[in-house]
């Protein structure tokens, strides 16, 4: 039994000599993977989190807060997402340049972080709330802080977004392929995890109330979360710091490569005269100061790099979906029975539907394709996601058409509007004047608003029964009037400004009432409290959210009474009539002053989905293409390349949104997918004449000639017949 025990000894210290070899060699390890990935992986996680938390109520925010209106905000929301995918550029040459992937990512996390702290900062109501009236009292300082929270955040994940991953894959030694691959997998799973639940869970912290003097809605703690996350995404990723393979910067192959491409057209312009043989391509001129397989490798680059030029306008359509479609989702019914959804808690539809529909394309539908024996190339691919993508914006315009029929029409310049609400117990009948209208509004009903040109709206004549009353009118124009009537002692009339010049955005209900009674009366709704509604007057607009509201009204004479409301939905208006008031009931008389939204927010799920199948032929084909077109050595090149057409994408928006003036939104849906339709048709003519190469084929080719020429100088020196030194002279 001395043998058997011995082996199970000598076996087990073995395989601890051969772990601990393999620790110094890999570090710590957990389920074969470095335990230093877990941390990379968790510190994307929560900086997805954050950057996706932060940007899917940025564009509400500026609305709904700074009053920006929808073209200012739209325009804003593309400048900072541009920019974002501009930075990326600065922070891979400050890593692979200056301070290396590590001291890169610790930096501009603080950066980030700082900007995310900054951002909700400014989103704080009561910080100059001076007055205490719910509205902010210095704009511009709120202003001035997001904007400079969202060039350091924009700084920050843009500048560590080429970092990161890269970092990850450095982790792993040559022979951890196979686990290399499935990190990457891991990584990608943590970001699209990161801004699904963010996108989902930031949209209601923004519906919550919360505020010191006043309750507004809450973008305190919507962008105090993703900063939050963001502080732990830099903890996390400092804790594993130990266990980290750090990589000194060797030298940025985009410097290396736009060296060369300097070079090259400065050595061609000095020698443009004819004098000077023409050469087989205008990068050759660079081979007096740079090597074959520089210049051989950044031809193929530039090759791909020609093909990204028509690619921006897809992502011109694709962003806006933070931005054109979630303004398009506050003016559209979010009740989904026991949900209701906020408008900014569309875009979750991508994300969900991106993780549905990969792996379907993937196993079903690119393999029924090739059964049917179609050629489906990756440039044919991309050019149908680019379809798509048009697609989907002509989508949007027919939703948006029947949005538009829903909107109120308000009053232009040099036109008045009219309702009149009759309080009275007889039929009035009102002559606006002389035959320009004549309404007859039956006891306790309203009309619907009356549109007049000012300049021949002058006078008025009223009858109840056998009373006449005659008042003459002087309106400005561009306003919205009510008209309240009553012949109780002869008969009475009270103007009311209205004062809503557009329909609610924010999907909450403008609600004002009447007091109908013979006292004056307090009313409660909900926990909105309005005091000493005198007789025959009417209280401002107040906002409320959807649903059932308690209705309490406090008479002169202690009696108390209460009601339930109806069921209110998103973004409509209501004058509510307090006409009877007794121990048993509290009677009340509704008025529609703008319906609510109709068009349910389900309507815009197929613009989601025929866009989410465009970015899954696009964006993945578009990355493996690239990929498979380039050299080793320049996966890099191209991935800055391919998130400056991001950026570009949304510069796009500015100019095309800027320039087209187009007042209704559907025609500017339409005028963005006639453009990315007429791009589609250039790129796919470029695609027609495109050459596929083999990178690994053409750089085994460049080394077999790097062979040969050592061979040839080794033979040269060998033989004696080298160049002679100057110690031989």
Known sequence: ????????????????????????????????????????????????????????????????????????????????????????????????????????IISLSIVYTIGQAVMAVSSINDLTDYNRDGTPDNIPLHIGLSISGLILIAFGTGGIKPCVSAFGGDQFEEEQEKQRSRFFSLFYLSVNAGSLLSTIITPILRGEECGIHTKQQCYPLAFGVPAALMAVSLMVFILGSKMYKKAHPQG?????????????????????????????????????????????????????????????????????????????????????????????????????????????????????????????TPLRKITVGMFLASLAFVAAA???????????????????????????????????????????????????????????????????????????????????????????????TEWLLDGLKSKSEDGKNQI?????????????????????????????????????????????????????????????????????????????????????????????IPQYFIMTCGEVVFSVTGLAFSYSQAPSNMKSVLQAGWLLTVAVGNIIVLIVAGASKLSEQWAEYVLFAALLMAVCIIFSIMAYFYTYVDPVEIEAQLDEDEKKKMENEKSIYENGTGPISQSEM
């Not at 087989?280 to 007096?288: G, M, P, R, T, V």
């Not at 007789?535 to 108390?560: C, P, Q, W």
């Open 252 to 376: 940025n192959i985009m410097l290396q490569v736009s060296k060369c491409i300097g070079f090259a057209v400065k050595n061609r312009f000095q020698h443009r005269s004819k004098q000077f043989s023409k050469r087989e391509h205008w990068l050759d001129w660079a081979s007096e100061k740079y090597d074959k397989r520089l210049i051989t490798q950044t031809k193929m680059v530039l090759r791909v790099l020609f093909l990204y030029i028509p690619l921006p306008m897809f992502w011109a359509l694709f962003d806006q979906q933070g931005s054109r479609w979630t303004l398009q989702a506050t003016t559209m019914d979010g009740n989904f029975g026991a949900i209701q959804i906020q408008p900014d808690q569309m875009q979750t539809v991508n994300p969900i539907l991106i993780v549905v529909m990969v792996p379907i394309v993937d196993t079903v539908v690119y393999p029924l394709i090739k059964k049917c024996h179609i050629n489906f």
């Open 1 to 104: 039994m001395l043998f058997p025990s011995l082996h199970k000894f000598v076996s087990l210290s073995f395989f601890v000599i051969e772990k601990n070899k393999m620790e110094r060699k890999h570090g710590p390890s957990c389920f074969g993977f470095p335990l230093s990935i877990f941390f990379i992986v968790i510190n994307e996680f929560c900086e997805r989190f954050s950057y996706y938390g932060m940007r899917a109520v940025l564009v509400l925010y500026f609305k709904f807060f700074l009053h920006w209106d929808d073209n200012l905000s739209t325009a804003i929301y593309h400048t900072f997402v541009a920019l974002c995918y501009l930075t990326p550029i600065l922070g891979a040459i400050i890593a692979d340049s200056w301070l290396g992937k590590f001291k890169t």
């Open 512 to 604: 004002r009432f009447i007091n109908n009674l013979a006292s004056t009366i307090n009313i409660t709704m909900g926990s909105t409290s309005l005091e000493n509604v005198k007789e025959f007057s009417a209280t401002n607009y107040t906002s409320f959210t959807r649903g059932v509201k308690e209705i309490v009204v406090f008479a002169d004479n202690s009696l108390t009474c209460k009601n339930q409301s109806i069921s209110f939905g998103y973004g409509s208006a209501y004058t509510i009539v307090i006409q009877e008031c007794n121990s048993n009931t509290l009677a009340l008389r509704y008025v529609e002053d703008i319906q609510p939204n109709t068009v349910h927010m389900a309507w815009q």
């Open 398 to 492: 027919l939703v948006q058409v029947q949005i538009d029929k829903t909107l109120p029409d308000f009053p232009k310049e040099g036109q008045s509007q009219i309702k009149v609400i009759n309080l009275g117990t007889d039929v009035a009948k009102v002559d606006f004047d002389a035959g320009v209208a004549n309404v007859s509004v039956e006891s306790l009903m309203a009309t619907n608003y009356m549109t007049f040109d000012t300049t021949s709206l002058t006078r008025m004549n009223i009858a109840y029964g056998n009373q006449t009353l005659n008042q003459s009118l002087n309106f400005p124009g561009k306003e919205r009037h009510t008209l309240l009537l009553k012949n109780i002692g002869g008969i009475q």
